[in-house]
């Protein structure tokens, strides 16, 4: 399954490179709800990590902007 992963990845990163950045970046900021939405592993992750550094001083609307501004 990783290596399938791996050659999405690299599929898709020759697509984007092969597009101007403009267009690339538009689409790239109109794929953010949809990798946030489905990667709900990493998005755990994340919260827990800034529930670490943070503790209860961020709510969660904050970490849940802070999550997807990381990806």
Same mark, same amino acid.
């Given at each position: 399954?990783?290596?399938?992963?791996? /050659? /999405?990845?690299? *599929?898709? #990163? *020759?697509?984007?490179l092969?597009?101007? #950045? =403009?267009?690339? =970046? #538009?689409l790239l900021d109109m /794929?953010?709800?949809v !990798?946030?939405?489905?990667d709900k592993?990493?998005?755990k992750i994340? =919260?827990?990590?800034?529930d *670490?550094? *943070?503790g209860?001083?961020l709510?969660?609307q =904050?970490?849940?902007?802070v !999550?997807k501004?990381?990806?």
């Amino acid at each position: 399954m990783d290596y399938l992963y791996y /050659l /999405l990845y690299k *599929f898709f #990163k *020759f697509i984007i490179l092969a597009m101007p #950045k =403009k267009f690339a =970046k #538009k689409l790239l900021d109109m /794929l953010v709800p949809v !990798v946030y939405t489905i990667d709900k592993e990493h998005r755990k992750i994340a =919260k827990a990590n800034l529930d *670490f550094i *943070f503790g209860d001083t961020l709510s969660e609307q =904050k970490k849940d902007i802070v !999550v997807k501004q990381s990806y």
